[in-house]
């Protein structure tokens, strides 16, 4: 089978729904971001309750300097980097969760 008529076939049926390449290279940029985020929040997981909690406030003060800075939508406008930041550390926090399930939790001595 063509390769070239498999591509166009799916670019074809996107557009029919309405979602755009630039939409998917977005969301892909973003989830990718989002993977980042939630392996560092792993890898500074430790033992401590408290410091743990303030990690994921330092996670949104890092989510909201790079979607201000380097933003899928929010280039240099404060206002939608709170918002993209949220969904950034959110899928952040979710990654760093199936990692301590996938390879324990220090917090729960797994």
Known sequence: M??????GEFVE?????????DTLRATGALMWRGVLLGTALYLLLGEDPEANLKL????????VV????DGMFARRVWSMAFVEAIF????????G?????????????T
């Open 66 to 69: 790079w979607s201000y800075y």
């Open 88 to 95: 950034l550390h959110l899928l952040g926090i979710q990654v």
């Open 56 to 63: 994921n406030g330092v996670s949104y003060i890092v989510a």
């Open 13 to 21: 049926r996107l557009q029919r729904t309405g979602i755009s390449a």
């Open 2 to 7: 063509n390769n070239t008529r498999l591509f």
């Open 97 to 109: 969760n199936l990692l301590a399930v996938i390879f324990g939790n220090p917090l729960l001595g």
